[in-house]
């Protein structure tokens, strides 16, 4: 058991921090959150601006440890066909994927397979497919991983931008974000305490 009578609610604009132990359950509280994983009881809601449930898989990006890009396209396929899957019938993209990649100050990796980029380059156009198509609920696992320092401000202010517009923020890390949140600690005794 992760998690006992947790009892938790996240307005818009708002974000929470997990942190804990490796193995303490963070990812799969983050998989739980997404839909991936049911919970042993109790619920999980999304909430539209009329109080109304939605359906999480279709409002959330989930952004896991792993970036979910096939080595043998390139960065600019990838997001690309992201982008296809993600954008909702009726809703405009928001920024295409060279934008994208310019937002996370990668454009010139567009044309390369991703399997020939580094740790960060990758990070980084895993973290692009957040800005292809809109979701209110940004479910993120160790976003920081393998970002250099410029990378990291640059993401920060991603993350800014998305809360500042109302969206919400679920993050799983041990790395500072540099954004306003609640923190969830998992694996200890407090785990159940929110600051």
């Known amino acids: 058991m992760l998690l006992e009578s947790l009892d938790l609610?996240?307005?818009?604009?708002?974000?929470?921090?997990?942190?804990?132990?490796?193995?303490?359950?963070?990812?799969?509280?983050?998989?739980?959150?997404?839909?991936?994983?049911?919970?042993?009881?109790?619920?999980?809601?999304?909430?539209?601006?009329?109080?109304?449930?939605?359906?999480?898989?279709?409002?959330?990006?989930?952004?896991g440890h792993l970036d979910a890009s096939k080595a043998t396209l390139t960065a600019r396929e990838n997001l690309a066909f992201w982008q296809a899957m993600l954008v909702l019938p009726g809703f405009p993209a928001p920024m295409s994927p060279d934008e994208a990649l310019a937002r996370l100050a990668v454009p010139h990796v567009a044309d390369l397979p991703v399997g020939y980029l580094s740790a960060g380059q990758r990070r980084r156009v895993g973290l692009a497919r957040l800005l292809l198509a809109p979701r209110p609920l940004w479910l993120l696992d160790e976003p920081m991983t393998a970002l250099d320092a410029k990378a990291q401000r640059i993401f920060t202010q991603c993350m800014r931008e998305h809360l500042a517009s109302g969206g919400l923020i679920v993050a799983a890390t041990h790395a500072p974000l540099g954004i306003e949140a609640m923190h969830l600690e998992l694996g200890s005794p407090q785990a159940e305490a929110l600051s």
């Open 9 to 63: 609610t996240l307005q818009s604009g708002q974000a929470l921090v997990v942190t804990g132990h490796n193995g303490s359950g963070k990812s799969t509280f983050l998989r739980s959150l997404a839909g991936l994983l049911p919970p042993a009881s109790g619920r999980i809601r999304l909430l539209d601006a009329d109080e109304a449930s939605v359906d999480i898989p279709s409002h959330a990006h989930y952004a």
